[in-house]
């Protein structure tokens, strides 16, 4: 479980921007009922998806909510059949 101190308050509110960015300036993949998927390409590595470091993020938007996000390589973009 990651550590929730105060020492990663900073780290938590990036990550939060970041993934509110996604939603709101970010590419929709798609839209269901219940949640809208984003993609988005910052200007900086974000992290590490499917073994190699990506400067993409990836966000969910639950309907009535919750945007939950994470960095996503261009190969599990591509898997999802987006076209970037």
């Not at 308050?9 to 993949?29: D, H, S, Y």
């Amino acid at each position: 479980m990651p550590n929730m101190t105060h020492t990663n308050t900073a780290q938590m509110r990036r990550v939060k921007i970041a993934e509110t960015n996604c939603v709101e300036k970010g590419i929709l993949i798609e839209q269901t009922e219940n949640v809208r998927t984003y993609y988005k390409k910052l200007d900086h590595t974000v992290g590490v998806c499917s073994g190699e470091f990506t400067d993409y993020i990836y966000a969910e938007w639950h309907d009535g909510g919750p945007v939950h996000g994470r960095p996503i390589s261009v190969k599990a973009l591509e898997i999802m059949q987006v076209k970037l």
